[in-house]
């Protein structure tokens, strides 16, 4: 059963997959338990002691009665009435989490006339999400944007997608990311140039880290279908071509420039002669 608004810790905090609630802090349990408690056993005693029991007859219906009303009321009245102050730590800390700010790479195709951006810009910044970069790259009917983007941690991926169609965008994809995603694709380059340049039968591995991109082995390029986009191979003069696949992620014209490059690269380096050791 869900639950519902009339419940609003148990709504914030119950899980999605048993529907329990997180345990409260010892401390908060106990003094729930006493606020209710107490009422109830002074109002049980002032009955019980104004009888005219025997003081053993006494001890017994008090303690019969303060363990039932304690199992079956007081306990269960406590979790229900005080929900919300049991587990007020436990909502803050989520609350926090809620708020805080959350990395999102987005990619978009936009009209290539004055004013596409700003319209696109706008309607991020109506769901207080900051770009903190964006790459632009020329393709086929328009121009690819390609954004990092902070949003607050409650955003969710449709409420991305939906202000990047509401901004002019079309074939639109957002997924999470990290910090890593900062580093820009021309400074990412250069350093795995320099890594190639150091020993450039480590293209393969440098390409599929540049791309995020999974290697292909010459039978799965064959065998395996992709979207138009997501396939991408990489001539090389000594091996054959190399074959790079990212899923639902089109390569855009600046990555497989990139690509290439780094493949000329290593073919250069692979093919020029050892420099010759100095005499003395």
Request: proline residues 8%.
């Amino acid at each position: 059963m869900k639950p519902t608004a009339s419940n609003p810790a148990a709504a914030d905090l119950s899980c999605e997959v048993c529907g329990l609630m997180p345990e409260p802090t010892k401390t908060r349990l106990t003094v729930a338990n006493v606020a209710v408690m107490l009422p109830i056993e002074l109002l049980v005693h002032a009955l019980v002691v104004g009888t005219h029991l025997t003081y053993l007859a006494k001890v017994l219906v008090l303690t019969l009665t303060a363990t039932v009303l304690v199992i079956w009321v007081a306990e269960p009245s406590a979790a229900r009435v005080l929900r919300g102050w049991l587990h007020a730590p436990a909502l803050r800390h989520r609350r926090r989490l809620g708020k805080a700010p959350s990395l999102w790479r987005a990619r978009t195709v936009l009209q290539d006339r004055p004013g596409s951006l700003q319209k696109i810009t706008k309607a991020l910044a109506g769901l207080d999400t900051n770009i903190l970069s964006i790459h632009v790259h020329p393709v086929t009917g328009g121009v690819l944007d390609e954004f990092v983007l902070s949003a607050p941690g409650n955003l969710s991926e449709r409420q991305l997608l939906d202000a990047l169609h509401d901004g002019g965008g079309s074939r639109s994809h957002v997924w999470p990311t990290t910090a890593l995603a900062m580093a820009d694709g021309q400074t990412k380059a250069l350093s795995l140039a320099a890594r190639i340049a150091d020993a450039p039968d480590e293209l393969p591995l440098a390409v599929a880290e540049l791309l995020r991109a999974r290697i292909l082995t010459p039978a799965e390029a064959v065998l395996e279908k992709h979207d138009a986009g997501t396939l991408l191979k990489i001539p090389t003069a000594w091996h054959g071509p190399i074959t790079f696949v990212r899923a639902g992620e089109p390569f855009t014209p600046a990555e497989s420039a990139r690509a290439h490059r780094l493949a000329e690269l290593a073919e250069i380096l692979a093919h020029r002669p050892a420099a010759a050791a100095p005499t003395r």
